[in-house]
């Protein structure tokens, strides 16, 4: 297994720019996944490290050697696509046999190289068929054999799970986490289900508009997101977010919105200074830190109950704020009716406040609450 | 790592249900619609045959028989033998239709395959404009060619030279043949070939290694349309041979008309020899051509 390093790559098509100088550095044996939306520039990043498009600038390496101009075939890593690209005329046997065949590995060793990833996965039994007489998990299975057969230095993979049924999905996620424990791989992930990148990760990537937003652990992504994009797109439901304007009185430090007003925790003041003071700010909070009352609360503001989503284990309850939409996570217990009139409070410890201009995260050196 | 591998779900089977079916006007309509199709395509055939094993005689009786009275192979050993004129000739030009149609099929298989896989794999400039080119040459009727095809030849030095049949059936077929074979790349996902590619092949190999087995069924239906089309070929084969050594068999043909009598049983005789490789084929490689023309027309 292999560190792999991306310095400033760069990738444009005809002008148009896919990815914007992303530097990541990926330890040999991590787990990384690269989150974002569609169009963010996740894949062709992927396909950037395989070698399967030109990188435009900057400079990939593997284990400290540039493989910038190398051939797919002469990187020594394995990818496995979303839609597992199985070679359809070849029986599971031939899919696994091909990578050693290209090396012109020993038939012999071939044989056993092939039998022993097959049991490792459990396929033993489908060795002798072809692709489509294989269930969609199935196929899977012998994609990620395909990869693991030729023990290569890093695993790319682009949306693996995506093509599974929602059941499937959970478990073949902590299968793949087992796999990647059990074997100490490196591992890039590509993904546009956070959910998935937060399970599996060692660390995140969140991409977007092919920017690299934010690289760091899950918890870090997750507590402290760097700006407004990583607040909103990690987590779900997402992050609510409240724009308004920052107006000091009477030694209070308040911001206010169209129809709400919040008194800033006084811990949150000195951020906001070192901050240059930004007029307008953007506080966040996610829906299951969001307090709800039905008595008044000094620090919060009033909402109007919009819809009501039970879930089981947590109610999910819409709010309404003027024109915003807020969600709240609560317990089911809470008693609330649709038209209902409640107190929102964001409590000081897991509220999020970006620069309202640049939208980057004003307490990013703020200690995550245990 | 210990997994349970995926496991299908097997299809409750249904009690099969006996019912009286109501009947169907659509359905014995196409019946009808087939039935008629099959004659149209098979009665022609069968005269054919039957009027090759007749004599001179027995062809021109009024009224018409479809069994022969008294069978005969004599036009067929006449024919096939190389020790009378009429046999020599005939072979001749059997051989020469093969030798047209074959180089014309290969040639055009090996134009074929590479120009539609670039088509449908490359994103190069002037790219829709070259294939609206190549599609262009197909609204227009074959015989439109005729006189400014002739005129080149004849500068090229390439009248009453096969060469001139070759050249000219792969303008008129490649068309086609690129579209097809376009259609069956288009349905091959490229994520085979990056598969292949990281898997440690080179691109010539992942195309040879993985693509190529893939699209062999449009290649074969490529191959037979080809083979076909310049089998039967009259009208510039025609124009463009006069040599009498050189005459494919569909031109071939028209010595058995003279001009007070036309030897009928022979002619159907050598009809029917002549239709025998494109049927023999057909029944070879229909499982492939119908694949092909089904599958890369639709995409999944």
Request: with cysteine.
């Amino acid at each position: 297994m292999a560190k792999v390093v991306l310095d400033r790559v760069l990738k444009t098509y005809e002008g148009v720019v896919a990815v914007n100088e992303v530097s990541l550095t990926i330890e040999d044996g991590e787990f990384v996944s690269l989150v974002g939306p569609s169009g963010c520039g996740k894949t062709t990043t992927l396909n950037l490290i395989a070698g399967l498009i030109d990188i435009t600038d900057g400079e990939i390496r593997i284990d400290g050697t540039t493989i910038n101009d190398l051939d797919p075939k002469d990187r020594d890593i394995a990818l496995v696509f979303q839609n597992y690209a199985l070679y359809p005329n070849k029986t599971v046997y031939d899919n696994l046999a091909f990578p050693l065949r290209m090396r012109k590995m020993p038939k012999a060793d071939i044989d056993a190289r092939v039998r022993q990833t097959a049991e490792t996965l459990s396929i033993t039994p489908l060795l002798a068929r072809r692709p489509r007489e294989l269930s969609g998990g199935q196929q899977q299975r012998v994609a990620l054999g395909r990869a693991l057969v030729r023990n290569p230095k890093a695993f790319l993979m682009d949306e693996p799970l995506s093509n599974l049924d929602a059941k499937l999905r959970v478990q073949m996620r902590s299968e793949l986490k087992r796999f990647h424990q059990e074997l100490h791989a490196t591992v890039i992930y590509v993904t546009h289900d956070q959910l998935e990148a937060m399970t599996m990760s060692d660390k995140i990537a969140v991409m977007e508009g092919g920017n690299l937003q934010q690289y760091g652990p899950p918890d870090e992504i997750y507590h402290r997101p760097a700006n407004a994009f990583v607040g909103t797109f990690i987590g779900s439901p997402s992050m609510n977010l409240l724009r308004g304007t920052v107006e000091a009185s009477d030694g209070a430090t308040t911001v206010a919105g169209s129809g709400w007003r919040m008194v800033l925790p006084p811990d949150l003041t000195g951020a906001l200074e070192a901050a240059g003071s930004p007029r307008e700010v953007i506080v966040g909070c996610r829906p299951s830190h969001v307090q709800l009352s039905h008595e008044g609360s000094a620090t919060g503001f009033p909402a109007e109950v919009y819809t009501i989503e039970p879930t089981g284990e947590i109610t999910y309850v819409h709010l309404r704020v003027g024109t915003l939409l807020l969600v709240a996570a609560v317990d089911p217990a809470f008693q609330v009716a649709v038209g209902d009139r409640v107190w929102v409070d964001f409590p000081a410890a897991w509220m999020h406040l970006f620069d309202g201009t640049t939208e980057r995260s004003i307490l990013r050196d703020r200690p995550i609450p245990a | 790592m210990s997994v349970q591998p995926g496991q299908t779900q097997a299809e409750p089977r249904r009690a099969p249900k006996r019912r009286k079916r109501p009947f169907r006007t659509d359905q014995l309509l196409g019946w009808v619609f087939l039935a008629f199709l099959l004659a149209y395509a098979v009665i022609p055939m069968l005269w054919m045959l039957s009027t090759s094993l007749k004599t001179q005689f027995g062809a021109l009786q009024q009224p018409p028989r479809w069994i022969p009275e008294n069978p005969t192979l004599a036009q067929y050993r006449l024919l096939l033998s190389p020790f009378n004129d009429v046999g020599r000739d005939f072979l001749r030009y059997l051989l020469n239709s093969l030798w047209v149609s074959t180089a014309t099929t290969v040639l055009g298989v090996l134009v074929a395959v590479p120009a539609a896989y670039a088509f449908s794999r490359f994103r190069f400039p002037g790219r829709n404009a070259l294939f609206f080119t190549v599609l262009v040459r197909n609204m227009f009727p074959l015989v439109v060619f005729l006189i400014p095809l002739f005129i080149l030849m004849k500068n090229l030095h390439l009248v009453n030279t096969h060469w001139s049949l070759i050249i000219t059936y792969l303008t008129f077929g490649l068309p086609l043949s690129i579209w097809l074979l376009k259609g069956f790349y288009d349905n091959i996902p490229p994520q085979l070939e990056q598969a292949a590619r990281i898997d440690g092949a080179s691109r010539f190999q992942a195309f040879w290694l993985i693509v190529m087995p893939l699209s062999s069924p449009g290649i074969i239906a490529t191959a037979i349309y080809a083979f076909i089309q310049a089998w039967n070929e009259y009208v510039y084969a025609t124009t463009f041979l006069t040599d009498d050594r050189l005459l494919t068999l569909p031109v071939g043909l028209q010595r058995f008309f003279a001009e007070y009598s036309t030897n009928w049983p022979g002619l159907m005789a050598a009809s029917f020899i002549m239709s025998v490789p494109v049927v023999v084929m057909f029944l070879l490689l229909q499982k492939y051509f119908v694949r092909a023309l089904t599958e890369g027309a639709v995409k999944s």
